[in-house]
């Protein structure tokens, strides 16, 4: 949803909102996620093992995570997805359970591409 | 986390491995720095960068402090992408919707010829910085991820095993600048228990605003010059803080969270993130900005109680690898030491190069950032790490400064003025600080940072 509203004194050309414009400046992730450049690699380079998930109760995973790459499904496993991964290594370091997250750097040139960080 | 594994000798040994003097794994400020230095003393150094190009997997909380970079490299300013020299520093602590600011202009930070910080984006910046590393004779390896270290029959580090074809590259010695979570360091075993307690979460937002309105919107004197904003009690549950700094044409806000803390809340940073911007203070100047990019980056912030071993046989480790960033509350500097840290391992190791041996570069380098600036800031400031994150710091303090400014500034005719003395214990009444607990915080306060 576009959330872009301009300024009265504003010469620059922001995408067209095309709903009422919200008072604040909100966050949607997945539309933040939208505007990073990915280059997806076709091998996971993070995978995680259910049969451990399954034990765990604290699941930090879920809420750590700066992309919400996390998710538990309504049968209470853990699906995550690679593809808009920024790479930081917050979910081994929470994870806290041997075994349970296998962490790679994705191939070389593959992976987030930052432009203006 | 990927283990170290063995690969057999004869594996590298073959007629077609390359050999370099020195591998250094991570094109950031340290790899490059250390690159620039092996390059410059006539070593055969190959420099390996997982991302397309040196920064792209990189992302920071914004300010460059460039006193040693002038050091290394005297005319950087002919060529250096600075986005904007910071002329004002603030630090801001917020307490709900109020906020107490304490701000320093100095007219003499902007000064093109000698400036005291600037912002830069870190594509750039360390593209910039590993191109003058290439120039030096440093060969570039882009689009390649380092994968284990391959150790010889001694034990010592040999060659340096990546995702591209072919064998490992042969060395004498790997500079492992391989960023925070520095796989290299922990396969080597010089990181042992470096958990989630030693690092920080940082979350970041690029807004698109326009130089124009950046100036009229900071109310800075003069193109070209900038603001650096660090902002205390914003973070709610989650220890951590804030910063807002301009671009030349985009302004970056963001948030540093500690990941235990993260990790013990249902806070989600993004939401967190979201109420900073909501700020009054803070939502004004960002209004209507347009979103580019967002991301996220660990930062070793624990400091010196958790560096690793620096090195040990053929190998080194600078940089944020190396915990070498400093994140003391006063102080947030990162580039800087990581450009000192990968400078000083350069020299490490072409003094073992250069004496044949007889000297040890983990050795060298390990006294050398004893006795720099890095070794000496960072032991000085061992416990400000923690005591930036402690309770009085990140709740009693934000607290403590808005209910004394509001005491101070709300006119309350016809009740007198109180003194100051009793404005300040009123203050530290509400914000739940007893007298004891705020003589404790200063007197830690005194010792960590006098």
Not at chain 1, 33 to 39: A, I, K, N, Q, S
Not at chain 2, 42 to 55: I, S
Not at chain 2, 261 to 278: I, W
């Amino acid at each position: 949803m576009p959330r872009i509203t301009d300024t009265p004194n504003s010469k620059l050309n922001y995408r067209q909102a095309t709903e009422p414009p919200e008072p604040g400046p909100g966050i949607d992730l997945d539309q933040e996620l939208g505007g990073v450049e990915f280059r997806i690699s076709t091998r996971p380079h993070i995978t995680l093992d259910n049969r451990v998930c399954a034990g765990c109760t604290a699941r930090r995973c879920l809420n750590a995570c700066p992309a919400r790459l996390f998710v538990e499904t309504s049968a209470g496993e853990i699906i995550f997805n690679y593809e808009n991964c920024f790479e930081c290594g917050t979910c081994y370091l929470v994870c806290g359970h041997e075994g349970a997250l296998s962490w790679n750097y994705p191939p070389g040139g593959y992976g987030v591409r930052f432009h203006r960080s | 986390m990927p283990k170290e594994m063995e690969v057999p000798m004869t594996a590298i040994e073959g007629g077609n491995a390359a050999y370099f003097d020195a591998v250094v794994v991570g094109a950031g400020p340290a790899g490059s720095a250390a690159a620039l230095v092996l390059a410059r003393g006539g070593a055969k150094v190959a420099l390996l960068e997982r991302g397309t190009e040196p920064g792209s997997k990189n992302l920071y909380g914004g300010v460059i402090y460039p006193a040693i970079l002038a050091q290394l490299i005297p005319d950087y300013l002919e060529s250096v992408p600075i986005e904007r020299r910071i002329t004002r520093r603030i630090t801001m602590l917020v307490d709900d919707g109020r906020a107490t600011w304490l701000a320093h202009d100095n007219p003499s930070w902007g000064d093109p010829a000698a400036p005291n910080a600037f912002t830069a984006y870190r594509p750039a910046f360390d593209s910039w910085l590993a191109g003058l590393a290439v120039a030096a004779g440093a060969t570039l390896l882009p689009s390649t991820t380092a994968t284990r270290l391959v150790r010889d029959a001694y034990g010592h580090v040999a060659a340096v095993a990546t995702d591209r074809e072919g064998p490992p590259l042969r060395t004498r010695m790997v500079i492992a600048a391989d960023g925070a979570n520095s796989f290299l360091a922990r396969q080597a075993g010089l990181m042992k228990g470096a958990g989630a307690e030693g690092y920080t979460l940082g979350v970041k937002r690029v807004l698109g605003l326009g130089a124009e309105e950046i100036e009229r919107r900071f109310n800075v004197a003069s193109p070209g010059e900038g603001v650096d904003i660090e902002i205390l009690g914003c973070t709610g549950e989650v220890p951590g803080g804030g910063f807002l700094y301009t671009n030349s044409e985009t302004v970056a806000v963001g948030l540093v969270l500690s990941l235990t803390g993260l990790a013990a809340t249902k806070s989600r940073p993004e939401e967190l993130l979201e109420r900073l911007q909501r700020h009054p203070s803070i939502e004004p100047l960002l209004h209507g900005a347009e979103p580019l990019e967002y991301g996220a980056h660990l930062i070793p912030e624990a400091g010196f109680s958790h560096w690793p071993r620096l090195g040990s046989k053929g190998l080194l480790v600078a940089g944020d690898a190396a915990f070498a960033c400093l994140a003391a509350g006063l102080w947030l500097e990162g580039v800087n030491y990581a450009i000192a840290s990968g400078a000083e391992a350069g020299r490490a190791a072409l003094a073992e190069f250069d004496s044949h041996g007889a000297a040890d570069a983990a050795a060298v380098y390990a006294s050398a950032m004893e006795a720099s600036f890095v070794g000496i800031n960072h032991r000085r400031l061992r416990h400000a790490p923690r005591l930036v994150m402690s309770r009085a710091t990140q709740v009693g303090l934000p607290r403590f400064a808005n209910h004394l400014a509001s005491e101070i500034f709300s006119v309350r005719d016809p009740e007198p003025k109180p003194g100051l003395a009793r404005a300040a214990y009123a203050a530290a009444h509400r914000s739940g600080v007893s007298p004891l607990g705020a003589g404790a915080a200063v007197l830690r306060a005194l010792r960590t940072f006098g």
